[in-house]
């Protein structure tokens, strides 16, 4: 994050996937620690688009304010 200068990240992972889910908690951790604003979208085949793409819209507002 730091090398890249990000404002924060987005971290995806498949639904039910337990190894990513593990990482993730690690990732959040650190992140966390770093004031590094994040945001976890757990997919599925039937994910509704609708629904991401409020959640995405909602995060970077929050970015950028």
């Known amino acids: 994050v730091e090398e890249r200068k990000a ?6 992972l498949q639904k039910f996937c337990d ?3 593990f990482d993730y908690a690690i990732v ?3 992140l ?3 004031g590094v604003p994040h945001l ?3 997919l599925e085949h039937t994910s509704a ?3 991401l793409r409020t ?3 909602a995060f970077l507002e929050m970015i950028e304010a």
């Open 40 to 42: 976890l979208l757990e």
């Open 32 to 34: 966390d620690v770093a």
């Open 19 to 21: 190894p990513h889910a």
């Open 28 to 30: 959040k951790e650190t």
């Open 49 to 51: 688009v609708g629904q």
């Open 55 to 57: 959640r995405l819209e």
């Open 7 to 12: 404002d924060g990240l987005v971290f995806t």
